[in-house]
């Protein structure tokens, strides 16, 4: 599968911004898929996930309740709707898909094998 995410840009503090994740060659409900973002100076931490099939979903603890994870299996694409953005938001975003992960890997990046380019979120306070 091949992942383009795109979507990301600059937006002062409280706003929001949806990114979306457009998959191609294979349908993305047959992957668990899920966002990563990587700050300056920072490693990738995990941000969401949507389980393959059955799509429950998953937050870090940083996001919860402030970004949503969907999937639109029609479009074959990924979203993530971020509202009440803090400029701790601040990083690349980037999207990430595997066939095989299981739940107590679903935050940890080297488990996915397939990812897609970054996109920079930039919030201002």
């Known amino acids: 599968v091949q992942l383009q995410a795109s979507g990301g840009g600059l937006v002062q503090a409280g706003g929001s911004l949806r990114l979306s994740c457009a998959a191609s060659g294979r349908a993305l409900s047959d992957y668990t898929t899920a966002w990563f973002r990587q700050a300056s100076g920072n490693e990738r931490a995990f941000v969401a996930a949507i389980r393959r099939n059955a799509g429950s979903t998953y937050y870090a603890d940083s996001v919860k309740g402030r970004f949503t994870i969907s999937r639109d299996t029609a479009r074959n694409t990924m979203y993530l709707q971020m509202n009440n953005l803090k400029p701790e938001d601040t990083a690349v975003y980037y999207c990430?898909?595997?066939?095989?992960?299981?739940?107590?890997?679903?935050?940890?990046?080297?488990?996915?094998?397939?990812w897609g380019q970054g996109t920079l979120v930039t919030v201002s306070s």
């Open positions: 990430a898909a595997d066939r095989g992960i299981i739940l107590s890997s679903i935050g940890n990046g080297p488990a996915y094998d397939y």
